[in-house]
């Protein structure tokens, strides 16, 4: 009887490690879901507050390191529509771009920079 007790008493402990392992996964999932959620959620807030901010354009086939972009409506002689069309431009907000320090196509861009820059509150 002592054989069957105690591998009865095995088997409600497994159950029982079972039910905790599981239930310590679905909480740990459940905070890491929380997480991507509030990531995507800030994500979400910081791109509301570009709507009215320009699309760039910005180099991505091998070449020459990249240092400017390009306007993403108004091409210059040296992004055409086609090679947009094919990928080898990646589309940023201006901002980005210039977070990388990257400087403004002279021929295309340069408009876009000078419209963005702060008024000084100085008479």
Do not use: W
């Not at 679905?26 to 699309?55: G, N």
């Not at 760039?56 to 240092?67: A, D, I, Q």
């Amino acid at each position: 009887m002592a054989l069957h007790e105690d591998r009865m008493r095995a088997l409600a402990n497994r159950e029982e490690t079972a039910y905790r392992t599981h239930h310590a996964a679905i909480s740990a999932a459940q905070k890491a879901l929380e997480r991507k959620l509030r990531r995507i959620e800030a994500l979400r807030k910081e791109l509301a507050r570009r709507t009215d901010e320009a699309e760039v354009l910005v180099r991505n086939s091998p070449g020459p390191r990249v240092e400017i972009f390009h306007s993403a409506t108004e091409y210059c002689g040296r992004v055409n529509a086609a090679a947009v069309k094919r990928d080898k431009y990646d589309r940023l907000f201006i901002s980005e771009a210039l977070e990388r320090d990257l400087r403004p196509c002279s021929a295309c861009a340069t408009h876009l920079v000078r419209r963005r820059r702060p008024t000084s509150g100085a008479a």
